[in-house]
């Protein structure tokens, strides 16, 4: 069973930068597309951002298509959400998610998700 583990949550003020990590302790994710997901109070879970499992595929969501971006690092152990020029509404429990597709796809759908982590909390405000 992969684990996934989000980290780098916290509070930031409009127009800051955050970045989340996402791991699974024991396991590479180079097998998976990943996505990324939010859920504010009252609101449905909602997929942002996912990259695919060899790099070549990212895809955002209109709310946040040019502040955020979605990376992995080289030994492709973890992934990454960068998100820039925030807003209040980014506030958000964030996961992260595991599509078992190997190759250049991805798709942030919730259906579509074999593993989620816990989430991590985002706070935007001053």
């Known amino acids: 069973q992969v684990q996934l583990v989000e980290s780098g949550g916290g509070l930031a003020q409009p127009g800051g930068s955050l970045r989340l990590s996402c791991s699974a302790p024991?396991?590479?994710?180079?097998?998976?597309?990943m996505s990324w997901f939010r859920q504010a109070p009252g609101k449905e879970r909602e997929g942002i951002a996912c990259?695919?499992?060899?790099?070549?595929?990212?895809y955002y969501s209109d709310s946040v298509k040019g502040r955020f971006t979605a990376s992995r690092d080289s030994a492709k152990l973890t992934v990454f959400l960068q998100m820039n020029n925030l807003k209040p509404e980014d506030t958000a429990v964030y996961y992260c998610?595991?599509?078992?597709?190997?190759?250049?796809?991805?798709?942030?759908?919730?259906?579509?998700?074999?593993?989620w982590g816990k989430g991590a909390l985002v706070t935007v405000s001053s």
């Open positions: 998610a595991a599509q078992m597709l190997h190759g250049s796809g991805c798709a942030a759908e919730v259906d579509k998700m074999a593993y």
């Open positions: 024991g396991y590479t994710l180079g097998y998976y597309g």
């Open positions: 990259i695919s499992s060899n790099n070549e595929y990212t």
